[in-house]
C-alpha cells in the first residue's frame, strides 16, 4: 500500500464544493447577525486543534471586530492556576475547567458562543456547552457528526456538543479524522482543520453579507499589517471597550 497525496487534495475539493450548500451555515449566519445587531459580542472556544478555527472566528483579518476567542490557556492567564496545569493530558476531558473558563470571560447577556470540537464529546467542550444554554445564550457548534455519532460522550451528563448546540454544522471529518488509510491500520491526512476553517469563514462571509443587505456597516478587522490597519482596528475595538481580549 502507497500514499497518494493527491487523493486527499481530490478529498478536500469535493468537500469544499459541497459544504457551502449546507443550510446551517445560514442559520449560523443568521444567529450571528442576531448576536451583533444585539450589541453582542461572539465567543469562540476550542481546544486542541479545535483552537485553530476558533482563530478564524475572532481577532483576524477580514473578521467581525467584536469576538473573543476562549482557551484553556485561560486558567493560568486571567485566572489563578499554576502554569503546570497546561501540561495536563486529560485537562480538556475536565468538565469542571469549563465554569471557570466561563466565568473569566468578559460576558454579557447578548453574546454569543461558537464551540468547537471534532469529537464534540469531551468533557470541557460539554460542560461549556451546557453553561451557555444554562445562561440563555445561543450556541453554534462545529463539530464532525460522523465521529461523534460514533464514540461515547466524555461527560457526566452522557450528552454530546450536537445535543445542546441550537445550530449544529459538521465539518464533514470522517471518524479518526484521517482519510488516506496507512499498511497495518490508521491513516494520515487529517480534514477537520481545513473543512471547519472553511465553515468559520462562510459564515462570517454571510454574516457581513447580511448585515450590508440590511443596510449596517459591518465591523470587520483590516490587516494590522496594511497602513491605517491600526487606527481603523482600535477605533472598532473602542466600542466595545472592556468586552475584548486581544493579545493572547
Known amino acids: 500500500m502507497t500514499i497518494n497525496p493527491e487523493k486527499f487534495a481530490d478529498h478536500i475539493a469535493d468537500l469544499v464544493e459541497q459544504i457551502p450548500a449546507d443550510p446551517a451555515i445560514q442559520k449560523a449566519a443568521d444567529l450571528f447577525v442576531k448576536a451583533l445587531t444585539s450589541g453582542g459580542v461572539i465567543h ?100 464532525s457528526q460522523a465521529h461523534s455519532g460514533a464514540v461515547a460522550s466524555r461527560h457526566p451528563s452522557g450528552r454530546k456538543l450536537t445535543d445542546l448546540a441550537d445550530v449544529v454544522l459538521d465539518n464533514r471529518a470522517p471518524y479518526g479524522d484521517a482519510v488516506l488509510p496507512l499498511p497495518g491500520g490508521g491513516a494520515t491526512g487529517a480534514v477537520s482543520t481545513i473543512t471547519s476553517a472553511l465553515i468559520a469563514q462562510l459564515v462570517v462571509a454571510r454574516t457581513v453579507r447580511d448585515l450590508l443587505e440590511a443596510g449596517q456597516a459591518p465591523p470587520v478587522y483590516l490587516s494590522a499589517n496594511v497602513p491605517g490597519g491600526d487606527e481603523h482596528n482600535l477605533k472598532l475595538e473602542a466600542l466595545y471597550e472592556g468586552r475584548l481580549r486581544r493579545g493572547t
Open 44 to 143: 469562540a472556544f476550542g481546544s486542541g486543534h479545535s483552537e485553530a478555527v476558533a482563530m478564524e472566528i475572532a481577532g483576524r483579518a477580514g473578521g467581525l471586530v467584536p469576538t473573543n476567542r476562549l482557551a484553556l490557556r485561560d486558567l493560568v492567564l486571567y485566572g489563578n492556576a499554576p502554569r503546570e496545569t497546561l501540561d495536563r493530558y486529560d485537562l480538556e476531558r475536565d468538565p469542571a475547567v469549563a465554569r471557570t473558563i466561563l466565568d473569566l470571560a468578559p460576558v454579557e447577556q447578548e453574546d454569543l458562543f461558537v464551540v468547537i470540537s471534532n469529537s464534540g464529546v469531551n468533557g470541557v467542550v460539554v460542560e461549556l456547552a451546557t453553561l451557555v444554554k444554562e445562561h440563555g445564550h445561543d450556541l453554534v457548534a462545529i463539530t
